[in-house]
């Protein structure tokens, strides 16, 4: 059963690396918009949409992270 969730915490880490090298790709194109820019509300609320996506995503990363840091603690006092 550890073994179980300590692949998954594997794998949702690989998958948490490599949104985030896609978020600093993305970030670099940002920044290189012009100071006139304007985005559409459909764009804002897909914007907001996709940050509460990853708000969501990054607890659950959290939580997996501090059940392996517990299943790890348990060991240690095995």
Excluded: G, W
């Excluded at 509460?52 to 659950?60: G, L, P, T």
Aim: with cysteine; charged share 35%; proline share 1%.
């Amino acid at each position: 059963m550890h073994k179980c969730f300590l692949a998954l915490d594997n794998r949702i880490v690989k998958d948490y690396i490599v949104f985030m090298n896609k978020y600093d790709r993305q970030k670099i194109k940002v920044e290189t918009l012009p100071d006139n820019f304007e985005m559409s509300n459909k764009q804002t609320l897909i914007l907001i949409r996709d940050l509460f996506e990853m708000i969501k995503d990054n607890n659950e990363l959290i939580q997996l992270m501090d059940k392996r840091i517990k299943i790890l603690e348990l060991r240690l006092k095995n």
